[in-house]
Every structure is written in structure tokens, then in C-alpha cells.
């Protein structure tokens, strides 16, 4: 019983190289999330897709774009990385009001 | 703009106490989630409360919610030390054409000394 399944679960990148944070999920669920966690700040929405084929920005989407490859499938891309993007990474995906969480992805640009 | 606000940020308690987490938020919510954190970890789910007067209690951990005052609380009962984590309080910003994600406080960080 997978849930919702992330990779890589670590990553160091240079600042300006690009990557893309996979997320899978294997519940069915029409609504997939990325949220960011820093240090005292809580999780913040980066983006969200609410059904196979629409994506919509949340609070922090700067600097990062996404791609609802299909109903399992919702990718993080960052095209130039940032120091400020040294994060941990998570991908949710939620039916009605339960939402489940990935294990994360821990980031550093160097 | 939805705002969640949790106090205490941090919390350091004696074992066999009682406190509660207090969870604030700005606009209309009838969604209310509580997670603990452990360090490295994920977000393991604890609670998702859906109305007015909503009690849900497991084991020593007790949430309520009260959206008229829109509050909800995390009540710890006689503590033990693997209570220790960090917990977080997350507001649903559904509107009805689907599921907008949710917003999070900042977390209180709770540590349990024996």
C-alpha cells in the first residue's frame, strides 16, 4: 500500500541547474498538492492541481512550475534553482477531506 | 487571505501534565486538521474536525473546534514523553469547486520531559 510516493528523497543542486520532483499517488485521488516546509514557517502551497489536466498557483509559486501528467502523476519542476529554494518538499493528494502526505524531499542549493 | 495562528510556538512540559495548543484562523472554515510532525519525518494525521462543537479525542490527545469563534484546540492529557513532537493545526480553503489545499500554522513544538 504505496499512499503517495516521492522521489528523490534527497537532492543537492548548484544554484542554476534545473530538476523535477516526481510525485505519484495510487488512491485514485483527483487532487494532488506541493507544499514547501522552512524552518518555523509551517507548510506553504506551492501549487495545486484539483483534477487531471488543471494546475493552480497557492501561496508561494515563484520560481517553480508543475505538470499533472496524469490522475496519478504530479510533478515539481525547478527551472533555475535558488538558494532560497532549500527546502523539504511535499506532495499531498486528498479525496473529500482526507489528505495524505509523501515522505518528502529534502533539497539544498549550494 | 487565510491566516492560521497557533500559540504556543514552542512548549517544554513536565510528564503527567495537561496544556492545550490553541489554533486560530481568519475566514470561514468548516475544516479543521491536526498533524504531529516528528523531526525528519512526515505529516502523520491526528485529527480532521467538520463542524461547529466537533470533539474528536484518541488516547491523551483531545481537539475540538469551534468555528463560530474560529478556534480549535489540541487538549494533552497527563503527557508522556512520546508525545514529543511538533504539532500543526491546518485550515481547509475548499470551496465548493474542489479542494484548494490547505493552509498551516506555524507549528508548536512540544517537548515532553520526564
Known amino acids: 500500500n504505496a499512499g503517495v510516493t516521492q ?20 488512491m485514485n485521488h483527483n487532487s494532488m ?55 523539504v518538499y511535499f506532495c499531498a493528494s486528498s479525496h473529500r477531506v482526507f489528505v495524505f502526505f509523501g515522505q518528502g524531499t529534502r533539497l539544498t542549493v549550494v | 487571505e487565510l491566516k492560521v495562528e497557533q500559540n504556543p510556538l514552542f512548549l517544554s ?26 523531526p525528519g519525518k512526515s505529516l502523520e494525521s491526528l485529527f480532521v474536525l467538520l463542524s461547529n462543537g466537533a470533539v474528536k479525542q484518541e488516547g491523551r490527545l ?6 463560530k469563534a474560529r478556534l ?6 497527563a503527557a508522556v514523553h512520546d508525545l514529543s513532537a511538533t504539532y500543526f493545526c491546518a485550515v481547509d480553503t475548499y470551496s465548493g469547486g474542489g479542494a484548494d489545499g490547505l493552509t498551516f500554522g506555524k507549528g508548536t513544538h512540544l517537548i515532553i520531559q520526564p
Open chain 1, 7 to 26: 522521489t528523490p528523497k534527497f537532492q543537492v543542486l548548484k544554484t542554476g541547474q534545473s530538476m523535477t520532483l516526481q510525485c505519484a499517488q495510487d
Open chain 2, 62 to 67: 483531545m481537539a475540538s473546534l469551534d468555528t
Open chain 1, 33 to 87: 498538492y506541493w507544499y514547501r516546509q522552512d524552518p518555523g514557517m509551517g507548510l506553504r502551497l506551492i501549487y495545486y492541481s484539483a483534477s487531471e489536466g488543471t494546475t493552480d498557483k497557492g501561496e508561494v509559486p515563484n520560481g517553480y512550475n508543475v505538470s499533472r501528467l496524469n490522475k496519478r502523476e504530479f510533478s515539481l519542476r525547478l527551472e533555475s534553482a535558488a538558494p532560497s529554494q532549500t527546502s
Open chain 2, 72 to 77: 480549535s484546540t489540541l487538549h494533552i492529557t
Open chain 2, 13 to 38: 512540559m513536565q510528564e503527567g501534565k495537561n496544556y492545550t495548543i490553541y489554533c486560530n484562523y481568519s475566514t470561514t472554515s468548516d475544516r479543521l486538521y491536526w498533524y504531529r510532525q516528528d
